[in-house]
């Protein structure tokens, strides 16, 4: 079983659509969690953080954590063009040495569609 | 500095040479995390700095791979005898506190190529 798992997609939705993304982690001690989105041919940027259960709303984005299920999903309302890109679901994870590093999955790619 | 910086940008090198690779983490950044990503996979963690403690480097793929962080600051990933699987992109992040907690910085990394 991959730590972090996303579907790789494409996931593509219409413009003005809601895209939902979706992410599962095996390490029930997680604490933090991440999505970053990567444009082809950057870097990742941080675009939220969730630390507990429930919905955290910024803007067009919804970030929602269920422990219980280990399950973390990002959802991004009024879809736009400009939104393609994939997102990465991030998981802290504890190193043996004691610090912390983050555990990245694959990515979904999303793409809007004019 | 703004953001986290690193060079080369790109690098191209022949196979069995060694390569250098820079990382500025931001201003007063702390933790420092080094990840390659290779073409079309994940961010693969390969080493983590924390204020002046040892390195946890438990992501080294080889004993080819070394790294080192000079006062805390700048930090220089080293591929000795280079092989075609060590192409990819390097990226260097950078973090205020421990970046598990509140998410890292990630620099525009190092296009790696072994020919």
């Known amino acids: 079983q991959k730590e972090v798992e996303q579907n790789s997609g494409p996931l593509s939705v219409p413009e003005g659509a809601i895209a939902s993304l979706n992410c599962t982690y095996s390490d029930r001690g997680s604490q933090s969690f991440f999505w970053y989105r990567q444009y082809s041919g950057k870097s990742p940027e941080l675009i939220m953080s969730i630390y507990s259960n429930g919905d955290k709303e910024d803007g067009r984005f919804t970030a929602q954590l269920n422990k219980a299920s280990q399950y973390v999903s990002l959802l991004i309302r009024d879809s736009q063009p400009s939104d393609s890109a994939t997102y990465l679901c991030a998981v802290n994870m504890i190193l043996t040495g004691g610090g912390n590093k983050l555990t990245f999955g694959t990515g979904t790619q999303l793409k809007v569609e004019l | ?115």
Do not use: M
């Open chain 2, 1 to 115: 500095g703004a953001g986290v910086s690193q060079s080369p940008s790109n690098k191209v090198t022949e196979k069995g040479k060694d390569v250098e690779l820079r990382c500025d983490p931001i201003s007063g950044h702390t933790a420092l995390y080094w990840y390659r990503q290779s073409l079309g996979q994940g961010l693969e963690f390969l080493i983590y700095f924390q204020g002046n403690s040892a390195p946890d480097k438990s992501g080294l793929p080889s004993d080819r791979f070394s790294a080192e962080r000079t006062g805390g600051s700048v930090s220089t990933l080293t591929i000795q005898r280079t092989q075609q699987e060590d192409s990819a992109v390097y990226l260097c992040a950078s973090s205020l506190v421990e970046g598990s907690i509140y998410g890292y910085t990630f620099g525009s990394g190092t296009r790696l190529t072994v020919v």
